[in-house]
């Protein structure tokens, strides 16, 4: 039997099916919708995340390009840094940068370059180094930004879970200095500025403009900003870091009897006991007598109360007398050694040669960054070069003032009595074109005392020869330090293409940088360790490196 259809189930079911459908589309539009605009603002928010520690990386190597400009040879090139019309704002020992705007996405980088310094105890200071012979080091602080396009919303916000570490933290409490009490990992929603930057908000310009008047709130302007924020410290890279001798070649020595260990001044004068007494609080500063060859020999004969280091070399003889580590895979670098540019210095005409004995009293103190400046020709007598004095007080008295002078040698310094005392308060660095032969004895530095001496105020500089294609020396440069012993003799050589042989047995405080070294004396050999910062600036280089996650 044939039933008859009833239409208007149909069109129901019609009905159901279309509003389930339209239901439906309209759930994965909206989900859809929400998923792209999430997707957009994530992306969107990550890159810039990204390009904003790139801005900021960028704003550091402006800075160390600066720094670097003043061992520059070139005087044009030094005459330029921190020009104020390339956007720098200088004071005595802080500068900072102008914003620089670049790439396609308008990154931003800012820089604030500060001298700073490391007291003996390893407490961080800022300003320029008080030891008037020691190099300052810098604390590189940028500050990279990214616009974001599009709507202020937020993405990628990180979801709290339960990990064991605290997230939250009441305010102004220890726990809420520690990233851990601020959620998983780097949240971009804490990092993201709409209005506001927070950090500015928070802690104020110091951080990125120290030396700003402005007194303008943190407001972002309409566009909203992600800031990353790095800190740098730098540091001097000087001839005599952390090691007693250094050579490129061959190292011979010292006698069966000698030794090599070291102090540091800043804490007082030497004492001998401090070596083999683990109880001293200045123990730790008497184990850094390290010898540092690159890939020749090192010969050990006496003790040596510190590491030996080389570039692939061999170490034989005695090497039980070290009590440090051999390392025979120590990258290893010397560079030759160019006479500084005099341009600033305060040239006298007064010394033209040194032949008898002489005493030198400079017009002026000079500083360190421009002493007063003598051109000798030949040295084969002793001089002595006394301080400035001021009278000063009433009734007035003589005052000695520290004095700095530069003495430029461009013979040999040879002979008899060839030397140099260096009275209290005078800073002397000698620059000698060819050889040095000289006696012991006749190298005094009486600065602060003779019983307590400060090698970096007696500093020697060989000029290295030229080079042929080949990177071979044209001539050949010797340092001869001969029989003849005083109490103590203080200084320090940077020599890199002298052979230098020591003959005699002093008390040696300093470092010698040299080609080669060979000794069979019984020296007692101290590395002053105040000298890890002292001497000709050769170059900087990045010690640390963090992010300012706050």
């Known amino acids: 039997m044939q039933t008859k259809r009833n239409t208007k189930e149909t069109g129901n079911v019609l009905l159901c099916v279309l509003a389930t459908i339209l239901i439906v589309s309209i759930i994965g539009a909206t989900v859809l919708r929400n998923s792209t605009t999430r997707l957009n603002a994530s992306s969107t928010q990550v890159r810039a995340w990204k390009e904003a520690l790139s801005a900021a990386e960028t ?25 104020t019309t390339a956007g720098w704002t200088n004071s005595e020992t802080t500068h900072v940068s102008q914003v620089t705007t ?30 008037p012979n020691a190099n300052s080091w810098y604390r590189l602080r940028s500050k990279g930004t990214v616009p974001i396009v599009g709507l202020k919303r937020t993405g990628m916000d990180d979801a709290l879970i339960k990990d064991g570490r605290a997230h939250f933290a009441p305010i102004g409490s220890t726990a809420m200095q520690d990233i851990t009490a601020r959620g998983n990992g780097d949240s971009l929603l804490r990092k993201i500025d709409f209005q506001y930057d927070h950090f500015v908000a928070t802690y104020g310009r110091n951080w990125d403009d120290p030396l700003s008047t402005r007194n303008d709130p943190a407001a972002v302007g ?23 001798i250094k050579v490129s070649s061959s190292f011979y020595g010292l006698g069966s009897a000698a030794w090599i260990d070291s102090y540091d001044s800043r804490n007082g004068p030497y004492d001998p006991t401090v070596k083999t007494n683990p109880a001293s609080p200045y123990y730790k500063d008497s184990r850094h007598g390290s010898v540092e060859i690159n890939s020749g020999t090192a010969t050990i004969m006496g003790t040596i109360y510190g590491d030996v280091g080389t570039n692939g070399g061999n170490v034989t003889k005695k090497t039980a007398n070290v009590t440090g580590t051999i390392d025979n895979n120590v990258p290893f670098t010397l560079e030759d050694y160019q006479m500084p540019s005099v341009t600033g210095w305060n040239y006298q005409s007064s010394l033209t040669a040194v032949t008898g004995n002489q005493t030198l009293t400079p017009p002026a103190a000079g ?7 003598y051109l000798v020709s030949s040295w084969s007598g002793a001089l002595t070069v006394n301080p400035v004095t001021i009278m000063t007080g009433t009734p007035p008295v003589s005052v000695p003032q520290d004095t700095y002078v530069a003495i430029h040698v461009t013979s040999d310094i040879s002979g008899g009595n060839a030397g140099i005392t260096v009275n209290p308060k005078v800073h002397v660095k000698i620059y000698f074109d060819r050889n040095m032969s000289v006696k012991n004895n006749n190298l005094i530095n009486q600065n602060p005392s003779l019983t307590n001496p400060i090698a970096g105020n007696l500093q020697f500089y060989g000029i290295s020869p030229p080079r042929d294609a080949n990177g071979n020396p044209m001539w050949t ?43 069979n004396g019984n020296i007692s050999w101290h590395y002053d360790r105040a000298l890890n910062d002292e001497g000709g600036l050769l170059d900087f280089r990045i010690v640390s490196y963090v992010e300012d996650t706050r």
């Not at 309409?222 to 007693?244: G, K, N, W």
């Not at 005083?486 to 047995?505: C, K, M, Q, R, W």
Request: aromatic letters at 10%; one cysteine or more.
């Open 59 to 83: 704003g550091g190597d402006i800075g160390f390009a600066e720094l670097r400009k003043q061992i520059s040879s070139d005087s044009t090139v030094r005459a330029t840094q921190w020009s």
């Open 102 to 131: 670049f790439g396609s996405d308008n990154l931003k980088a800012r820089t604030v370059v500060e001298a700073c310094y490391f007291d003996t105890s390893g407490v961080f200071h800022l300003g320029a180094n008080p030891d």
């Open 222 to 244: 309409s566009t909203p900003l992600i800031s990353r924020r790095i800190e740098q410290i730098v540091a001097a890279v000087t001839p005599f870091f952390d090691a007693a």
């Open 367 to 373: 500083t360190s960054v421009a002493p007063i400046y």
């Open 477 to 519: 440069q010797t340092i001869d330090l001969n029989s003849g012993t005083p109490a103590i003799l203080a200084a320090t050589f940077y020599a890199p293409s002298a052979d230098v042989h020591e003959n005699g047995n002093p008390d040696f405080i300093g470092t010698m940088v040299a080609k080669s070294f060979y000794s």
